[in-house]
């Protein structure tokens, strides 16, 4: 088994120093750093990125949900540690690997580390996406740079792949456009809307519970209903308090 790369976050010291001495005792090797907070975690994950975090659930100025909500893919496994029971069942919810309770056990966190052991070995090896796309204009092919791609959205039996201000229509339905385009850099935020995610400059949350997108190059477009909570976790919006101030 590979060496793991682990972050532990809580802002109680003498927790993280006991689950550090219970890692060390069941997990040599593994490369282990610490965060008081999940903002601290987020700051450091584009240079200290693990294969498991393991972070309590109640803290100051972001809860663990929301920590790991804001998260780049590919995401790590999740274990939470915590001194309440009540929250095991959203911990699951978002496919967690484990759900210590404090004290934590030697034992239960022996078996929380084979479950992670077992998740990275099982896991298949990462899809390639294609860098550039072959749009058709006409009876000529364009090579368009997905990075330059806006926004994907379906009309009727076609699809409209807005670059800047050209728009290119392909007669293809949305779901296979975006079986070709990252998930790491292009979410669905609409039945209809597909966005890449780094074109959204600005969000405005609705009173209907959907949210406004702005996009970088002017397009305004707005999530569905039923794709809430992905965009919350897309873009960390996990808590209302993300909107405040």
Not at 76 to 91: G, K, L, N, R, S
Not at 210 to 232: D, I, P
Request: net charge positive; glycine share 6%; charged share 20%.
């Amino acid at each position: 088994m590979k060496a793991l790369r682990i972050a532990v976050v809580d802002d109680e010291p003498l927790a993280r120093a006991r689950l550090r001495r219970l890692l060390a005792m069941h997990e040599a090797g593994a490369t282990v750093h610490e965060y008081d907070s999940g903002p601290a975690l987020l700051a450091a994950w584009h240079d200290a990125p693990a294969d498991v975090v393991f972070v309590d659930i109640q803290m100051p100025e972001m809860d663990g949900f929301a920590a790991m909500a804001g998260l780049p893919p590919p995401r790590p496994q999740v274990i939470f540690v915590t001194a309440h029971a009540e929250h095991a069942v959203q911990a699951f919810e978002i496919a967690a690997a484990d759900y210590l309770v404090k004290p934590v056990a030697p034992e239960r966190l022996s078996a929380a580390l084979r479950r992670v052991h077992e998740r990275i070995a099982a896991a298949p090896a990462p899809a390639t996406y294609p860098p550039r796309l072959a749009l058709p204009i006409g009876r000529r092919v364009q090579l368009v740079d997905v990075d330059a791609i806006d926004c994907v959205l379906a009309q009727a039996n076609y699809v409209e792949i807005r670059v800047g201000t050209r728009c290119f229509v392909l007669r293809k339905p949305l779901t296979v456009v975006q079986q070709e385009l990252d998930p790491a850099r292009f979410a669905r935020v609409h039945r209809s809307a597909l966005v890449r995610i780094t074109a959204v400059a600005g969000i405005e949350p609705l009173p209907s519970g959907r949210f406004r997108l702005q996009l970088a190059g002017g397009q305004v477009l707005t999530s569905g209903r039923s794709y809430r909570e992905h965009v919350r976790r897309t873009f960390g919006l996990s808590s209302p308090a993300a909107f405040a101030g």
